[in-house]
């Protein structure tokens, strides 16, 4: 298809904010209200399950190393336009119905199995959604429309842990947990409402999936590999809220130092959602690889902090915060730097191949900080994590730059 002139992708004057882009932002924010209520309360429901310290990283890890499957097979089916829709409503209800399961769960493996169904149908969804995302706008504002869509999504992740809090305080936390079912389903028809049709490429026809892994271009397969690196040591957030809840426990008791970890990632996700927005405008203006580098030394600096912090809410809210700043960049960056080094037939294959790498780093390093954690000590799962996370910012900034930078 001949872009016209009114297409956002060759209109650099085109409104960012197009309606396309405010619907999938939407269906993000309501996903997000619902797992991420259920992420909150992981915790606190394996620890009723008398789940020991190292099964939190078992089924974080686990569920990210299947995630990252999805995330591959997704983004090869998802180079086909006419999937890309029902691809991202399919894997939105999958998501849904399996983190209503957790309600039921009655030992941590069972919600270990259905964090991981959870999360395969996150994960294939995703590549299918970036790229009608990315088709949305022009490339000169891909950074603005990644930011919103993360701010969005954020913003939900503050709402859900609200609404665990609240729920927990009144009602079970497995009864809490299936409450999760009602934003998750919002989400799916939201999404299949309001979110655009795929836009046509012409004759182009889907490359076998290792062709379009061979297709990849040298520049992107570079960046990919300081993605891993950082990767590897960017653990879940569960932990933090754990760290906190036992550094908060002897002053405060268990129950209230519960509330209060989850009080904390709720300032987390605040932060986050604040910061995603600046993250990619900064990057449209000044170059992303430079903003990524940023968030990826500045997760280093952040796990230093965790290992001496003291057991004050105050420095850890500082903490959680600039976790939050992180992660923005992270996820708003990273994908930005990915739509500049690849070509519109093969994209979502590199979404998918970008959001692999970064599931199988997730696998790995909740898994090993898991261990480390529960075999020598928090430090020593904090000095690896800071360890990687920085080295993986310092790679960025030594490989060649990308196109816009």
């Not at 079970?172 to 655009?196: C, D, E, I, Q, Y």
């Not at 590897?232 to 209230?256: C, E, K, M, N, S």
């Not at 992660?327 to 970008?354: C, H, K, N």
């Amino acid at each position: 298809m001949t872009p016209t002139p009114q297409d956002p992708r060759v209109n650099g004057s085109a409104r960012w904010l197009t309606r396309g882009v405010f619907g999938i932002a939407l269906a993000s924010l309501l996903a997000d209200w619902g797992y991420e209520a259920a992420s909150a309360m992981l915790p606190l429901l394996a620890a009723s399950l008398g789940a020991p310290a190292y099964a939190l990283g078992v089924i974080e890890g686990v569920a990210d190393g299947l995630s990252s499957f999805a995330k591959l097979g997704g983004g090869w089916i998802a180079d086909r336009p006419a999937l890309r829709k029902p691809i991202v409503v399919g894997g939105q209800l999958l998501l849904a119905f399996s983190t209503f399961a957790f309600g039921f769960a009655g030992a941590w493996p069972q919600l270990l199995a259905a964090r991981a169904v959870a999360w395969i149908g996150r994960g294939v969804r995703g590549p299918a959604r970036d790229v009608l995302l990315s088709d949305a706008v022009a490339p000169s504002q891909v950074g603005r429309a990644f930011g919103f869509e993360r701010a969005m999504d954020t913003t939900g992740a503050i709402l859900g842990p609200l609404c665990a809090t609240a729920l927990a305080a009144m009602i079970s936390v497995n009864h809490a947990m299936r409450w999760t079912l009602l934003p998750g389903g919002l989400a799916a028809l939201t999404f299949a409402m309001l979110a655009p049709a795929s836009a046509k490429q012409g004759e182009h026809r889907a490359l076998p999936f290792f062709a379009s892994l061979a297709q990849l271009p040298r520049e992107f397969r570079q960046y990919l590999q300081a993605v891993a690196l950082f990767g590897l040591g960017d653990f879940a957030v569960t932990l933090l809220i754990l760290r906190a809840i036992q550094l908060l426990t002897p002053a405060h008791g268990a129950v209230r130092a519960g509330a209060m970890g989850v009080a904390l990632y709720a300032f987390h996700n605040l932060i986050a959602a604040l910061a995603c927005f600046p993250a990619g405008a900064l990057g449209d203006r000044f170059g992303h690889r430079g903003i990524l580098a940023t968030g990826y030394l500045l997760a280093g600096v952040t796990f230093v902090g965790f290992i001496f912090a003291p057991a004050q809410i105050a420095p850890l809210a500082a903490l959680f915060g600039l976790a939050g700043v992180y992660v923005a960049i992270q996820d708003t960056v990273e994908r930005s730097v990915a739509t500049e080094l690849l070509p519109r037939e093969i994209r979502a294959t590199g979404y998918g191949v970008l959001a692999s790498v970064n599931g199988i780093g997730d696998f790995a390093s909740s898994m090993i900080v898991g261990f480390l954690w529960s075999a020598v000590s928090p430090a020593a799962g904090f000095i690896y994590a800071a360890a990687l996370t920085g080295a993986g910012g310092a790679l960025l900034t030594t490989t060649g730059r990308n196109r816009g930078s």
